[in-house]
Nanobody, 125 residues
Framework: VQLVESGGGLVQAGGSLRLSCAAS????????MGWFRQAPGKEREFVAV????????YYSDSVKGRFTISRDNLKSELYLQMNNLKPEDTGVYYC???????????????????WGQGTQVTVSS
């Protein structure tokens, strides 16, 4: 699976951005897809995931109610709509995918086999 993110940028606090992740190389609808982020000097952290078996979505507490993960299987694209952005949302956002990951591991970045190159999101106060 090859992943390419886009849509990052600089935005003021309270603003919105929509990230996209274009996937290729495997049946997209059968792959668990997620978003992770990494701020300078910090570890990569879970943001949101779309579980392949049920289509259910899960979010970190810090973004719940502000971010929405979705996918378009016809286009093989994953999205992250980010609203009411805060300065603490700043970081590099990565798209991740894995066709065989088990449910108990979907929040752990170390368990994903495929990653995009990342896209920078900067939120100014």
């Amino acid at each position: 699976v090859q992943l390419v993110e886009s849509g990052g940028g600089l935005v003021q606090a309270g603003g919105s951005l929509r990230l996209s992740c274009a996937a290729s190389g495997r049946s997209f609808s059968r792959v668990t897809m997620g978003w992770f982020r990494q701020a300078p000097g910090k570890e990569r952290e879970f943001v949101a995931v779309l579980w392949r078996s049920t289509g259910n979505t899960y979010y970190s507490d810090s973004v719940k109610g502000r971010f929405t993960i979705s996918r378009d299987n016809l286009k093989s694209e994953l999205y992250l709509q980010m609203n009411n952005l805060k300065p603490e949302d700043t970081g590099v956002y990565y798209c991740a995918a894995d066709p065989t990951i088990i449910f108990s591991s979907i929040f752990d970045s170390r368990q994903y086999d495929y990653w995009g190159q990342g896209t920078q999101v900067t939120v100014s106060s």
